[in-house]
């Protein structure tokens, strides 16, 4: 078969001169890009997949095969702009109030609509179990968007409304504690903070009506066991809504456990 027989595919070269082969597809006016190839047969078989999709409604997510030359992030994109009429480069699928992305064929994230620009232009990776996009040269962390702090344990200082740790729609998050070393709990029916140091074991500093003055107590405290010659890169809370006056009256007047000030290097 002769390569004018290869319908959207067209060749070129790498810079070291090595033959690549790219495959595009155009649908209701707009050019797609299917991706590069190193062989022109496998170019062609990305391009008859994507038009399958495309002309098939009943192509769906689930019908994606491992041994496709379409890859999986394109053939979501497909999916979503066959059925959405949106066109969106990474794998997000569109529903009316949430959208779906796709970093797997089983690994599926859920977002509030109001997010679909921020994902739509930022790519989610992965390494492990830390989900991040690149930011201007940073890795920001996904989970940290949503107020869930790199130290966070689940159950004590977030918890998902419907236990799905994949849905981060913003119902679903719960933040029970926004600051280091605070932690919430009931006492006589009403929510208390307790605010914990850590030394060289666990160290309570006392126990505060509310979360800003936990999150400071915590702060006096790795102010005071620094001052004592304790070498540890303590990570201190900052305090939203406080105007420093009302931050430093706070500190002065907050008590912390006479063991804090005992502790020595």
């Known amino acids: ?36 190839f190193s062989k022109i047969t496998k170019a062609s078989k990305a391009y008859k997949e994507a038009a399958a999709v495309l002309e098939n409604e009943a192509i769906d997510i689930p019908s994606y095969k491992k041994d496709m030359a379409l890859s999986f992030e394109k053939f979501v994109s497909l999916i979503n702009y066959r059925d959405k009429g949106m066109y969106i480069s990474n794998p997000i699928y569109l529903e009316k109030k949430y959208f779906l992305y796709y970093l797997s064929p089983t690994q599926i994230l859920k977002f509030d609509i109001d997010d679909l620009f921020y994902y739509s232009s930022h790519k989610i990776m992965q390494r492990g179990t830390h989900l991040f996009v690149a930011d201007y040269g940073s890795q920001i962390s996904i989970r940290e968007r949503y107020g869930i702090k790199s130290y966070a344990v689940e ?19 719960i933040i029970l504690n926004r600051y280091r070393g605070v932690r919430q709990f009931a006492e006589k029916g009403f929510v208390k903070y ?18 800003a003055e936990a999150a400071i107590a915590y702060n006096k405290a790795a102010d005071i066991l620094i001052k004592n010659g304790i070498k540890k890169n303590f990570q201190l809370n900052y305090v939203e809504n406080l105007s420093a006056s009302q ?16 502790i020595r290097r």
């Open 155 to 173: 159950g004590r200082d977030y918890r998902f409304a419907n236990e799905d740790p994949s849905d981060f729609r913003y119902e679903n998050i």
């Open 247 to 262: 931050y430093a009256d706070i500190y002065m007047n907050t008590k912390i456990s006479p063991k804090i000030y005992e």
């Open 194 to 211: 307790k605010a914990v140091i850590h030394i060289r074991s666990n160290y309570v500093v006392g126990k505060y009506n509310t979360e």
């Open 1 to 36: 078969m002769s390569k004018k027989n290869y319908i959207g595919v067209y060749s070129t070269f790498l810079k070291d001169g090595t033959p690549s082969y790219r495959a595009s597809i155009t649908y209701f006016g707009k050019h797609i890009s299917l991706g590069s």
